[in-house]
């Protein structure tokens, strides 16, 4: 066995393997099941065996744009949705009073069961080994990432690396006065990986996120406070879970709601002068939409309460989190600020809440694949790639595995596209635009949201995971089967016609509408925004076929919301027009006249992929993208006719 001293630490080679991934939080334990279910032999390597899918914040999964995007990793092929599905204790449907595009399920975790879980489905997966240790070092050479060396000094080779390393990139948590470097929850830092990415050239950025204190559940007044159930009508993340598996509300665990108020307000004004956000002690840059509570109460001065959600961390635990009381205060305040909240007067504190700073990889530096522009067969995923929240952490790192994995199996890339998924518009924004803030999913970001809906992406994708390999054939024709019940079901309806007549007529000038005059298709009364599925049925001479509640769900948001759903696919072929314009990687930005200065400026720093990429960098104006084409189709025609002498 060949050994290298290195100081007081001797290196040896530990083996080989076909893909490494370095971080057991959400984005890692992705990366890591999807390339080993693909075939390749692989090293899931983490800090703390305890921290795997770990939720050092909130103990939840989902909620807008995010619980699609647990559909969506789901669809795929990936974890997430079926191991909340397992471990939730309680589970809502939010927006139900909205339209599908902005409907979100969203549900409390047992966080312990929910890292256990995780945890025995990687012990248990062929081909993965669950490894505990720091690594310190990337091994490259010419460029090209050949694996990693960790602190005890194992040497393992890889044909691709996926980095996820999260807030544990040089980590440091403020409490008031308190500074010190860690990892999230206490656990260890990663220090001498962020000096190896920066020896590689990488662009570094320095990014903050917070928790907030958690308290003795016995201890708190819950009849001063709101109740907050979960819902009764079975919900799932996962396409698999059967309804029988939902819990019975009885054994759901409620959330109770209470506020802020002036006092709360107060304590906090007088000790902003102790306050790290405000006394210049945080340096990195706070996510803008979940705010510390000190921050809120600077920037919304005229409000006079914000809303407190008292959330459990499990079944086998009293510990309760404090949502909408992120801070780092000094632990004295934070004790005072919880005291001024009704229902929480008497409250016992377990953790005072915090802040931790932590290095991002700026993301402009990422291909679509997630794998780095500056090393080959190098990715990265999650917080490292400067994006908050667990679900978009765990898109990411599907991707990021899934590319990996292709790469050591000697396949091409995977690409969502932004018509694809929310992963596909979270993964764009980022290596289009960068992020000068944690970035957090929202369904405003998605130009194509009806399409892009939490009720149809096993429609949307479960053909994708098919051919990755992610998706049984059992599974992919099941999906099959209810894409085809779908169908014939509309087909149905545009053939079955609702006639003029007394209880047809009852039922429409009920609900202040004019009675019929003609006869009209199934499909078209079914349009109307007082009519559902069931009721429909009533005025149909014709037995229909017994359907499940997913098939009737699809039926109804098809039909219902058919003309904007055909508007939305047109602007989506013109966007996959703009896609197929493929741009080089080596294009010398330099050699078009014409460029503006700051279109050339951001085109080589971004070097984007496709014409439409392109067209989403700012800065970049329509002049700058006219000339682009131009010089592409030049080229083009000059590469044909040099093929053809």
């Known amino acids: ?106 549900a409390q975790a047992d ?4 890292h256990m879980q995780m945890k025995k489905t990687i012990e248990e997966t062929p081909n993965l080994t669950l490894r505990q240790a720091t690594v310190d070092e ?14 005890t000094g194992a040497r393992y080779q890889a044909k691709a690396v996926v980095l996820t390393v999260g ?23 990663a220090v001498k990986l962020s000096q190896c990415l920066e020896r590689l050239g990488f662009e570094l950025k320095r990014f903050k996120t917070g928790t907030p204190p958690r ?37 759901q665990i409620s959330c109770w709601l209470t506020y802020t108020n002036p006092t709360t307000h107060q304590i906090i004004r007088d ?53 909408g009381l992120s801070t780092s205060m000094p632990e004295e305040i934070q004790q005072r600020m919880l005291h001024s909240v009704k229902g929480l007067e008497d409250v016992q504190l377990m953790r005072p809440g915090y802040a931790i700073e932590y290095d991002v990889v700026s993301p402009y530096q990422l291909r679509s694949t997630l794998e780095t522009k500056l090393v080959k067969n190098l990715y990265t995923a999650g917080q490292t790639n400067g994006t908050s929240g667990y679900e978009e952490a765990a898109g990411q790192g599907l991707v990021a595995g899934i590319n990996a994995g292709r790469r050591a199996l000697g396949k091409g890339p995977f690409v969502l596209k932004r018509s694809d998924a929310y992963i596909g518009v979270m993964i764009d924004d980022l290596v289009t635009k960068g992020t000068n803030e944690p970035y957090r999913l929202l369904t405003s970001r998605a130009e194509y949201r009806l399409i892009l809906r939490h009720d149809n992406a096993d429609f949307r994708l479960m053909e994708k995971g098919h051919q990755i390999g992610l998706v049984s054939d059992e599974r992919f024709q099941k999906m099959e089967e209810k894409k085809q019940q779908v169908a014939a079901e509309i087909k149905r309806l545009e053939n079955v ?64 919301y058919a003309g904007y759903i055909k508007k939305e696919m047109v602007s989506v072929k013109r966007l996959k027009r703009m896609e197929a314009k493929r741009i080089p990687d080596d294009l010398d930005y330099e050699a078009i006249e014409g460029l503006a200065t700051e279109g050339r400026q951001k085109l080589e720093k971004i070097r984007p992929e496709t014409m439409a990429q392109a067209s989403r960098i700012s800065g970049v104006n329509p002049a700058d993208l006219a000339i682009l084409s131009v010089y592409l189709q030049q080229g083009y025609v000059a590469r044909i006719q040099k093929d053809e002498k």
């Open 1 to 106: 066995m060949e050994q290298k001293k290195t100081g007081t630490v001797v290196q040896y080679d530990a083996g080989s393997y076909d893909v490494i991934v370095v971080g057991a939080g959400h984005a890692g334990c992705e990366a890591a099941l999807a390339a080993a279910r693909m075939g390749n032999k692989t090293l899931l390597v983490t800090i703390s065996l305890e921290m795997v899918a770990f939720m050092p914040c909130n103990p939840s999964v989902g909620g807008p744009a995010k619980g699609i995007v647990v559909r969506e990793i789901d669809a795929l092929g990936g974890q997430m949705g079926k191991n909340i599905d397992a471990t939730y204790v309680q589970m809502r449907m939010l927006n139900t009073g909205k339209g599908p595009a902005v409907r979100a399920l969203r």
């Open 111 to 114: 966080k312990h069961a929910y």
């Open 138 to 151: 990337l091994i490259v050479k010419d460029g090209v990432c050949q694996g990693v060396i960790t602190n």
């Open 167 to 189: 807030t544990a990139a040089r980590g440091k948590i403020i409490i008031g006065e308190l500074q010190y470097e860690s990892g999230p929850n206490n656990s260890k830092a």
């Open 215 to 251: 308290i003795n559940g016995n201890t708190i007044h819950y009849d001063e406070t709101e109740e907050q159930p979960g819902d009764t009508t079975p919900h799932h993340f996962s396409f698999d879970t059967p309804d029988s598996a939902y819990l019975s509300i009885s054994d």
């Open 271 to 323: 000790n902003l002068g102790r306050a790290p956000m405000f006394s210049g002690v945080i340096k990195g840059v706070g996510p803008r939409y979940c705010p510390s509570i000190e921050d809120k109460i600077v920037r919304f001065a005229d409000k006079d309460h914000h809303q407190i959600f008292l959330e459990p961390e499990g079944r086998t635990t009293d510990e309760w989190y404090v949502d």
């Open 497 to 560: 016609r609702i006639k003029p007549g007394q209880a047809v007529d009852e039922f429409i000038e009920r609900h202040g509408d004019h009675a019929l005059k003609d006869a009209v298709t199934a499909a078209d009364f079914l349009k109307r925004p007082y009519v559902d599925y069931q009721t429909l049925l009533q005025f149909i001479d014709q037995p229909a076929e017994k359907l499940s509640r997913q098939v009737i769900e699809q039926v109804e948001i098809q039909l219902k």
